[in-house]
């Protein structure tokens, strides 16, 4: 991808010199072209009377030197011209570069910019960004004393040189750092998923380390997770515009993406392969390669990418392989490596293209996110599905060994009282045979006592892994009794959401498609009720149902409810703008809460489900009944509650089935 990158950035264009206008400052002004360049240094040469007629003429962005008298110092100068619009306007002047950078404008001093001296002095911020206003029409003369202090003859070829200068409004300057720092957000997001996702499969291989697969995938996720931090999101943190000059081929990432690769192949190798021969070739070459990577050139961090790569396309040919041959579990796996290595792929095409464009935009920004995002869980998501499924597995053996092993205990038992009835008829006849048969038992009683220590233990891995799922008392109860007492709560607020209009949303969608959006909108409101501590309950077809106050009580819990619900507002108005954008069908929704008494607990004895009861939840219900598209309709009760925290808009008393007569409220606004 960095290579395509590089690629397309070199291929400037020549283009005539403008008269830049207000207009042209609204679209970014890149001053990238037509520079003329000096190696040294001469604080003169900032002057704008000064004659650089002679200087050479030089791209900015990814330059390369091969000049032997430079040595990571020299000079830029460029001469526009502004036509009056521009006079006296507050311009925003964004410059990103490798190295450290003073930048002159018509021999005025604007500032110091660049990376390499904040590797020594992380805290010395110097991108921030530099405010002119040109004071008169006609020419201006930009000057720029590039400075190289950590430049060095034997770079890598991945380092990239140069700079970027570019002129924006003082609220597009804003627009792109709001950008930059949500990918920055994300990408850490994406990392650290990553690294707990690790974390548990660690924990996995601590109770049952005879599945080495655990093991492996949790380095697989912990190096994925370290490689994101350490690249991918150092190189949103500095932005799109600087890109170019990101280092997202660091040491420290490609170390941790071979790692990954390895371990991946290795967990393949473990599950499907016998013949391991090809996994040892490949792990002796990535020692190789690394050990050349750290003592001889970076340059042959390109190799490590290069074994990366093939790790992957070799536990790819052994799910294949092995999903041909009907093992359990490849196929799943063999989907999840076919659409990460695919995706990752079209990902590093399609950023090239679009950097080398210059396309970079919301949009092309959003398809990057979502491509990276497939990336990197579907390896995740298949081998996880598998492990789980392995789990189970290996836990209903252990079920069906421990009853077996009762069975014989039984058994033993029985026989033990048997022989010793035969010792109390025979026992002058038969004292010899009695000893030989009683010390038989013996031995048999002490190897049962020993299979029974080892499935008690076993048990209480399984016991462990159940705590895991469900709160200590209802598990216990659970156990003891197979059912859960239901909990009474005074005070609690339920909140139904519905979607209103799924006929005419159906009519346009498959249902394939009408199921992927519902996912959707389920998905975000579960991260918002998770986001506010709410408890989710369940989904009943097209409705969604929440509770706030229990399990844990909480006195504002009409607020919190009220909050989560706005929210959800928040997220289908913004859905349906993009549905509406794209001339898809969208979702119409309406949503009502109720506060009161109810009961809780678990139901079944099978798949449990932790559910609620009472007269406030059926009255819940009515209120979303006649709520209205886009509202939030509120009872008293929860209104009384939330009162002093929102503005609301009462409806009068209207009929509701069952209860007559009831007042009802619309949620309006929060009071600040």
Known sequence: MLLVVNICFSQDSIQAKKIYSLQDLEKE?????????????????????????????????????KDSAYKGEMWFRQKIQIDSSLVNVPISLI????????????GEYKGIFGKAEMISNPDNEKNHPVVIAFNKTGEHVFAVHYKDSLYSENQSVFSSNGFKLSLVTTEKYVEKTEVNHYLWLAMTAVGMMFLTLGAIHFILFGFYRKFVANLLFGIFNF??????????????KSGIDGVQFTDMASPSSIIFSLIGGLAISATVNFLFNKNKIFFYVLLTLAAVSLILTFTVSKNFMFLCSIITSTTMLEAIIIVVIAAINKKTGAKIIAIGLICS?????????????????QKLNTVTISIIIILMILSFFSTPFAMSAF?????????????????????????????????????????????????ERTKEIEIQKQQIEKQQIELLSEKQKSEDLLLNILPKDIADELKESGESKVKQFSSVSILFSDFTNLDSVSQRLN?????????????????????????????????????SGLPLVNDNHAKKMIEVALEMCDFIT????????????????????????V????????????????????????????????KINVGSTTYELAKSHFDFSYRGELEIKGKGLAKMYFVETKTN
């Not at 549905?579 to 949503?591: L, N, T, V």
């Not at 139901?603 to 886009?630: H, L, Q």
């Open 29 to 65: 002004i890149n001053l990238k072209r037509d520079w003329k360049s000096k190696i040294g240094n001469n604080l003169s040469w900032k002057e704008t009377d000064f004659n650089d007629e002679e200087w050479k003429p030089q791209t900015a962005v990814f330059f390369n030197m």
């Open 95 to 106: 410059f990103n570069s490798k190295a450290d950078a003073t930048v002159y404008i018509d």
């Open 223 to 236: 190096c994925s997770g370290l490689s994101i931090l350490l690249g991918y999101a150092t190189v949103f």
């Open 341 to 357: 290595f695919s995706f990752a792929l079209f990902l590093g095409v399609f950023v090239g293209i679009m950097f080398g464009m």
């Open 387 to 435: 492990l789980a499924s392995n789990f189970a597995s290996v836990s209903r053996k252990l079920q069906v060994q421990l009853k077996q092993v009762n069975n014989l205990s039984e058994q033993a038992l029985n026989q033990e009282k048997e022989r010793k009835g035969l010792l109390e008829n025979k026992m002058n006849f038969l004292e010899t045979e009695v000893k």
């Open 511 to 547: 249902s394939q498609e009408l199921l992927d959006e519902l996912n959707h909108c389920f998905k975000a409101f579960d991260n918002i009720t998770t986001k506010h501590q709410i408890e989710k309950i369940k989904t009943i077809s097209y409705s969604y149902m929440a509770v």
């Open 574 to 597: 913004s859905y349906q703008e993009e549905r509406r954008k794209a001339d898809k069908p969208y979702f119409e929704i309406k949503i009502g809460i109720n506060s009161g008494e």
């Open 599 to 630: 009961v809780a607990g678990i139901v079944g004895i099978k798949k449990f489900a932790y559910d609620i009861w009472g007269d406030a939840v059926n009255t819940a219900a009515r209120m979303k009944a006649r709520s209205e598209n886009g």
